[in-house]
Structures are given as structure tokens and as C-alpha cells.
């Protein structure tokens, strides 16, 4: 995690020393930006909640051994074909998105 950690410390000090004003980020919001974008795709809350580390509490915890391992494959390599269709979408207004100025930008989380 501290390694994820440095990556995108050092990602976002390039793009500011690049001139780009650009609001820094951390784990938790990609945790969070994931989590709300596979919900409003529709995907199962177990199947996130579990690629979260997420622990169950009480009953549901006493019964609930699942592991949803092939939905959260295809959930996951769903989740990884989103940015991507944004950028074959339209791949100018992906890289101009992260350019423009942090109050403008609208965001996805």
C-alpha cells in the first residue's frame, strides 16, 4: 500500500511541476471513486464489499462464507474497461480533463 502510496504522490507532483493545477489524491479515494461507480453501474454490494476487505458484522458475517470470487473477476475487469472506454472514446478530453483547473473539473467520485 505505502508503494501505491509513493506512485501517486510522484504522479501528481509531475503533473503540478508540469504547470497543471491539480488536485492530489490518495487510496482512499480511488477506493471510494471505484465503490460509488460500480454501485451506480448496478453491481452486487457483497461482491464490492469483499473487493474492499470489507468485513461483515453479525449474522450476515456468521452465514455468509462466499467468496464471489468469478463475479468479482468479471465485476473488476468491467471496472478496469471503464477508464478505457473513456479514453478510446475520446482520448483529447481524457488528457484535458486532468489538466484543467482542479475547481473547474468536474469529478467522478
Known amino acids: 500500500m505505502r508503494r501505491l502510496c509513493r506512485i501517486i504522490d ?4 509531475l503533473i503540478r511541476d508540469g504547470g497543471a493545477d491539480f488536485d492530489p489524491f490518495t487510496v482512499h479515494d480511488l477506493r471510494r471513486t471505484a465503490s460509488t461507480l460500480l454501485h ?9 464489499e469483499k473487493c474492499l476487505a470489507h468485513e461483515q458484522r453479525g449474522v450476515r458475517a456468521v452465514y455468509n462464507k462466499a467468496e ?12 478496469a474497461d471503464m477508464p478505457d472506454g473513456w479514453i478510446a ?20 467520485s
Open 10 to 13: 510522484s504522479t501528481v507532483k
Open 40 to 48: 451506480e453501474a448496478g453491481f452486487n454490494t457483497d461482491w464490492i
Open 68 to 79: 464471489y470470487a468469478e463475479q468479482r473477476r468479471a465485476m473488476l475487469q468491467a471496472w
Open 89 to 108: 472514446t475520446n482520448p483529447k478530453a481524457s488528457v484535458r480533463a486532468l489538466a484543467q483547473p482542479a475547481k473547474t473539473r468536474e469529478y467522478i
